[in-house]
């Protein structure tokens, strides 16, 4: 059970002094103390006012107080707003309204309210002898839960790689509004949402024209589209990236040329793009790898001097600074994702395209929607990639956390930073290790990948990350992953293969050509990470790594 729904017996005890009132204050501590989510159904507030109010009412006369019923109102309310200020608000839906017909409708709601949970995952806390009743399994009394927390499973709980259900606690309220605004207006594509996210995107990022999109993918396909690259030409990109930026280059027809990564950041390796350009080269398509922008100043100097544009992909580094500009409007044109466990994410698909440049922002607007430039006049080939209203909806939302939760995200790495780099060098003073240890985080090509682990290098000076991805390399990887794994410790690999040694794209270069890109594949191991990774949960991960390596 994770989550608790507070039936009005239960607020009513917190509101008063009542026999139970002790009871159910113990019983919400020790709840929240274990991270259960605590929910007031908003269909129940009037009854709480009254309820409440009448009970402030008997006893203040009952003690010689003459307060009116406005009096008791005015306290009432007054307490319950004191009291509920940490509780989450759950909707009252309108599948909750016919009730009427219910043996006892508030009952009714509150069940059906309480369905709406996944399965097993959330309880009624009451003391109404009718629920215990009717739903023995569902619902439990105050003292049942202490008793239950007195003697918890032993089992420790998991931690997600990504969780973002603080994130939905924090932003339920606009959330919700901003679903059920469109609910209403009923403009599902293109609708006033998509307007005002395009604005919002735009001027956070400081380009001239944002354009929201199916997904990350279709950000960067509509953007090849747009400069018109196809059959025949070449794109220079890196091997070391999520399948996505190399796929849309085949899909236009033309050929990804991979130039092999940098050792300390994983992005394509600038100093080693200008000797890759040919005649047939049409574009530079770097990423900007686990949330730090690629070294974007030289890949557009190299580009201006071949007269060739440059798309950043920055589905990872989205909210990332590069030398006082946002990344995404580094380039001729930076493109977005929004699926859900990016820096900022929608629930479903989504993403964007970032350009000041007026006729490609034309050009991405019209392929978006099948090429057409008036009403059923296709002056162009484009595809279907509108993102929706309701998924631009989802983002708006989380747009006024977001520099928080990029704050968050620095501070979890950090700590992760800081804490490795402890256990890195307490390792290398035990005398067996200290003549493999030369310098801290020194990350060398091709060396010898020193146990236990070694830190990528903290983002360089002249740029943050946004760390989509937390990052380090390990040897051993696959049984350094699975004895995290038995302790409840979810890793990832971004990477495992580089992208030119993929079956599909094998023959389009010779695999031992990236070095660098082969290396940190067979290294890289990403650890969880999210804005609200506690620092129990992190002491937790660190411990688990330190366990999982042989002990010198
Ligand atoms: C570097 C990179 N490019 C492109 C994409 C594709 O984005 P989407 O999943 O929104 O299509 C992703 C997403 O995983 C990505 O990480």
Same mark, same amino acid.
């Given at each position: 059970m994770k989550q608790l729904l507070l039936d009005v017996n239960i607020l009513v005890d917190l509101c008063v002094e009542r026999p139970g009132s002790t009871n159910a204050r113990l019983a919400l501590a020790l709840a929240e103390a274990r991270g259960t989510m605590l929910w007031v159904y908003a269909g129940s507030v009037q009854t709480l006012e009254y309820v409440v109010a009448a009970e402030i009412h008997t006893q203040?006369?009952a003690?010689? $107080?003459?307060?009116?019923?406005?009096?008791a109102r005015?306290r009432a309310r =007054?307490r319950l707003e004191r009291i509920t200020a940490g509780y989450q608000w759950l909707a009252a839906l309108a599948a909750e309204g016919p009730v009427f017909g219910a043996a006892d409708p508030e009952d009714d709601q509150l069940h059906r309210a309480l369905d709406r949970f996944e399965e097993g995952t959330a309880k009624l806390l009451t003391r109404d002898r009718g629920m215990l009743a009717r739903y023995p399994g569902r619902a439990l009394t105050p003292e049942t839960l202490i008793e239950q927390q007195r003697h918890p499973q032993t089992q420790?709980p998991?931690?997600?790689?990504?969780?973002?259900k603080?994130?939905q606690a924090?932003?339920r309220?606009?959330?919700e509004?901003?679903? =059920?605004?469109?609910? =209403?207006?009923?403009?599902?594509?293109?609708?006033?949402?998509?307007?005002?996210?395009?604005?919002?995107?735009?001027?956070?990022?400081?380009?001239? =024209?944002?354009?929201?999109?199916?997904?990350?993918?279709?950000?960067?396909?509509?953007?090849?589209?747009?400069?018109?690259?196809?059959?025949?030409?070449?794109?220079?990109?890196?091997?070391?990236?999520?399948?996505?930026?190399? %796929?849309?280059?085949?899909?236009?027809?033309?050929?990804?040329?991979?130039?092999?990564?940098?050792?300390?950041?994983? #992005?394509?390796?600038?100093?080693?793009?200008?000797?890759?350009?040919?005649?047939?080269?049409?574009?530079?398509?770097?990423?900007?790898?686990?949330?730090?922008?690629?070294?974007?100043?030289?890949?557009?100097?190299?580009?201006?001097?071949?007269?060739?544009?440059?798309?950043? $992909?920055?589905?990872?580094?989205?909210?990332? $600074?590069?030398?006082?500009?946002?990344?995404? #409007?580094?380039?001729?044109?930076?493109?977005?994702?929004?699926?859900?466990?990016?820096?900022?994410?929608?629930?479903?698909?989504?993403?964007?395209?970032?350009?000041?440049? $007026?006729?490609?922002?034309?050009?991405?607007? %019209?392929?978006?929607?099948?090429?057409?430039?008036?009403?059923?006049?296709?002056?162009?080939?484009?595809?279907?990639?509108?993102?929706?209203?309701?998924?631009?909806?989802?983002?708006?939302?989380? /747009?006024?956390?977001?520099?928080?939760?990029?704050?968050?995200?620095?501070?979890?790495?950090?700590?992760?930073?800081?804490?490795?780099?402890?256990?890195?060098?307490?390792?290398?003073?035990?005398?067996?290790?200290?003549?493999?240890?030369?310098?801290?985080?020194? /990350?060398?090509?091709?060396?010898?990948?020193?146990?236990?682990?070694?830190?990528?290098?903290?983002?360089?000076?002249?740029?943050?990350?946004?760390?989509?991805?937390?990052?380090?390399?390990?040897?051993?990887?696959?049984?350094?992953?699975?004895?995290?794994?038995?302790?409840?410790?979810?890793?990832?690999?971004?990477?495992?293969?580089?992208?030119?040694?993929?079956?599909?794209?094998?023959?389009?270069?010779?695999?031992?050509?990236?070095?660098?890109?082969?290396?940190?594949?067979?290294?890289?191991?990403?650890?969880?990470?999210?804005?609200?990774?506690?620092?129990?949960?992190?002491?937790?991960?660190?411990?688990?790594?330190?366990?999982?390596?042989?002990?010198?």
């Amino acid at each position: 059970m994770k989550q608790l729904l507070l039936d009005v017996n239960i607020l009513v005890d917190l509101c008063v002094e009542r026999p139970g009132s002790t009871n159910a204050r113990l019983a919400l501590a020790l709840a929240e103390a274990r991270g259960t989510m605590l929910w007031v159904y908003a269909g129940s507030v009037q009854t709480l006012e009254y309820v409440v109010a009448a009970e402030i009412h008997t006893q203040a006369h009952a003690q010689g $107080d003459k307060v009116t019923h406005t009096g008791a109102r005015a306290r009432a309310r =007054h307490r319950l707003e004191r009291i509920t200020a940490g509780y989450q608000w759950l909707a009252a839906l309108a599948a909750e309204g016919p009730v009427f017909g219910a043996a006892d409708p508030e009952d009714d709601q509150l069940h059906r309210a309480l369905d709406r949970f996944e399965e097993g995952t959330a309880k009624l806390l009451t003391r109404d002898r009718g629920m215990l009743a009717r739903y023995p399994g569902r619902a439990l009394t105050p003292e049942t839960l202490i008793e239950q927390q007195r003697h918890p499973q032993t089992q420790t709980p998991g931690i997600d790689f990504v969780d973002l259900k603080a994130q939905q606690a924090a932003i339920r309220p606009v959330l919700e509004r901003n679903l =059920h605004r469109v609910l =209403h207006h009923g403009h599902y594509i293109l609708g006033p949402e998509v307007r005002e996210l395009e604005a919002r995107l735009a001027a956070y990022t400081g380009a001239k =024209h944002c354009i929201t999109v199916a997904s990350g993918t279709e950000a960067l396909l509509i953007s090849l589209m747009a400069l018109g690259i196809g059959p025949g030409d070449e794109v220079i990109t890196t091997p070391f990236t999520f399948v996505a930026t190399a %796929e849309v280059i085949v899909l236009v027809g033309a050929t990804p040329v991979f130039v092999d990564i940098e050792p300390d950041t994983g #992005n394509i390796d600038a100093g080693l793009i200008e000797a890759r350009i040919s005649e047939r080269t049409k574009a530079i398509l770097p990423v900007s790898l686990y949330g730090q922008p690629a070294d974007m100043d030289a890949i557009n100097a190299i580009a201006a001097r071949h007269g060739l544009p440059v798309i950043e $992909d920055a589905a990872q580094s989205f909210g990332a $600074d590069y030398r006082g500009n946002k990344s995404g #409007n580094l380039s001729t044109l930076g493109c977005t994702s929004f699926f859900p466990s990016k820096p900022l994410g929608c629930y479903g698909d989504g993403g964007a395209i970032f350009t000041s440049d $007026d006729a490609l922002a034309q050009a991405c607007r %019209e392929i978006r929607v099948h090429g057409q430039s008036a009403r059923y006049v296709h002056t162009r080939i484009g595809v279907g990639g509108r993102m929706d209203t309701l998924q631009c909806a989802i983002v708006l939302a989380k /747009l006024d956390r977001f520099d928080h939760e990029i704050a968050q995200r620095q501070a979890v790495a950090r700590r992760y930073h800081d804490l490795l780099a402890h256990q890195e060098e307490s390792r290398a003073k035990t005398p067996s290790r200290q003549a493999d240890t030369p310098s801290q985080n020194a /990350l060398c090509a091709l060396a010898p990948l020193r146990e236990p682990f070694q830190l990528l290098p903290w983002p360089k000076a002249d740029r943050t990350s946004v760390f989509a991805q937390y990052t380090l390399r390990v040897p051993d990887r696959d049984a350094r992953q699975a004895k995290l794994h038995a302790a409840g410790i979810p890793t990832a690999v971004h990477y495992p293969v580089p992208l030119n040694e993929q079956p599909a794209y094998v023959h389009l270069c010779c695999p031992d050509c990236t070095p660098v890109a082969q290396q940190l594949a067979r290294e890289v191991m990403s650890l969880p990470m999210h804005p609200d990774l506690s620092e129990a949960d992190q002491d937790r991960i660190v411990a688990a790594l330190h366990a999982s390596y042989p002990q010198a």
